[in-house]
């Protein structure tokens, strides 16, 4: 795992963006893994710039969203759908049938979690994954346990991750988060040819140090990606 450490946040968003339009540049018709959250939305404002700036085409660009919350329907203004239509989708020229979000209101979410990871093999699997994490270790929605689903699959949200998402998008309002999400799994994630993991801020140092420490746990699941040969762990404070 190759570790940059960078000054800020915009430095980082940078050198992410860089490395995401630098794939696109070499496979035009790239499939990518997409996260949510605040990390990832200076990378995504530095695609826009430089879709509009004539230098990026998502003509051909596939891609394949993390995970979405269970229950929220896809204009809800906290679905991540939404998420990805606002900060990304909307400003580039990807087309709508080519971005792929996981269902959260499929009538049989587990039937949609299979369907999802076939068409993702379909697609001849990930090209480029990029994720953030959580304060905990999580990556997608897979929470720190002894135990979890290897695909994509639904999962019970701890208590710190709706606390956090509820102090970064929901206005503080706990009650407000929905208590349960659909999540690519830790085995959908690291048959990726490629990832980059975003890391911002303080309260992600005790995650990073888990990985530093490069011992396998399920605790901080992010240390899994230890097991992938090609990952880039971009960081900063």
């Known amino acids: 795992m190759k570790k940059t450490i960078f000054k800020n946040y915009e430095e980082m968003s940078t050198a992410a963006a860089n490395i995401v339009a630098a794939a696109i540049g070499a496979k035009p018709n790239i499939v990518l893994g997409l996260p949510t959250g ?3 939305c200076g990378m995504y404002s530095n695609l826009v710039a430089m879709h509009k700036a004539g230098k990026l085409d998502f003509s051909q660009v596939k891609s394949f969203n993390l995970d979405e919350y269970v229950g929220l329907q896809e204009n809800h203004n906290q679905s991540y759908r939404f998420f990805m239509q606002t900060q990304l989708f909307n400003h580039v020229n990807i087309l709508p049938q080519n971005t792929y979000v996981p269902s959260g209101t499929a009538k049989n979410l587990e039937e949609a979690a299979a369907l999802f990871d076939k068409k993702i093999e379909e697609e001849g699997g990930i090209d480029l994954f990029v994720l953030g994490i959580g304060a905990n270790g999580h990556i997608g929605f ?8 290897a ?5 019970d949200l701890t208590k710190q991750t709706i606390e956090d998402n509820a102090r970064a998008f929901f206005g503080g309002n706990m009650k407000a988060v929905p208590k349960k999400a659909i999540t690519q799994g830790l085995a959908t994630i690291l048959q990726a040819k490629k990832i980059i993991l975003l890391a911002s801020g303080k309260s992600k140092a005790a995650a990073i140090e888990s990985i530093d420490k490069k011992i396998l746990t399920l605790n901080c699941p992010a240390t899994m990606l230890h097991l992938h040969n090609n990952v880039e762990l971009l ?3």
Do not use: D, I, R
């Open 38 to 40: 605040s990390t990832p």
């Open 151 to 155: 695909y994509t699959h639904v999962v």
């Open 142 to 149: 897979n929470e720190p346990a002894a135990s979890m689903p």
């Open 235 to 237: 960081v900063c404070n």
